[in-house]
C-alpha cells in the first residue's frame, strides 16, 4: 500500500515560516492528487492546499491565500507546502492527504491515504 512520511512542522513566533513536506511511498504508479489539510483544537478539519498532478489545478483555504504555496515533484512522489508570514490562528495539526493513486501493476487498495500529522504551533 502506501506510507506517508510528513516533516517540517514545529514552533515559529507570527510572522515566521515553514516548510511542511510529505513523501509518498509504496507500489505507486501515479497520484493525481496531493494536498494538505489541518485541524485546530475544537474546529473541524479544513483544506490548506492542494494541487493535481500535472500542478495545473491548484487550491488554496481562503485563510492561507497568499501566504502559503504548494508544489510537488512527481517523481519523489513528495508535495510541499510552504508557509510564509504565519499567523496565531495557523496553530493546528496539519495532515497530508493523497488521492486518486493507481499501482503498479494493478491491485484493489484503497485509492486515498492520510498522514499521521505534524504539528505547527505558531506563538509569540
Known amino acids: 500500500q502506501v506510507q506517508l512520511e510528513e516533516s517540517g512542522g514545529g514552533l515559529v513566533q507570527p510572522g515566521e515560516h515553514l516548510i511542511l513536506s510529505c513523501a509518498a511511498s509504496g507500489n505507486i504508479f501515479s497520484i493525481s492528487v496531493m494536498g494538505w489539510y489541518r485541524q485546530a483544537p475544537g474546529k473541524q478539519r479544513e483544506l490548506v492546499a492542494s494541487i493535481s498532478s500535472g500542478g495545473g489545478t491548484i487550491n488554496y483555504g481562503d485563510s492561507v491565500k497568499g501566504r502559503f504555496t504548494i508544489w510537488r515533484d512527481n517523481d519523489k512522489n513528495t508535495v510541499w507546502l510552504a508557509m510564509n508570514s504565519l499567523r496565531l490562528e495557523d496553530t493546528a495539526v496539519y495532515y497530508c492527504?493523497?488521492?486518486?493513486?493507481?499501482?503498479?501493476?494493478?491491485?484493489?487498495?484503497?485509492?486515498?491515504?492520510w498522514g499521521q500529522g505534524t504539528q505547527v504551533t505558531v506563538s509569540s
Open positions: 492527504n493523497v488521492g486518486g493513486i493507481t499501482f503498479i501493476g494493478g491491485g484493489d487498495f484503497p485509492r486515498e491515504y
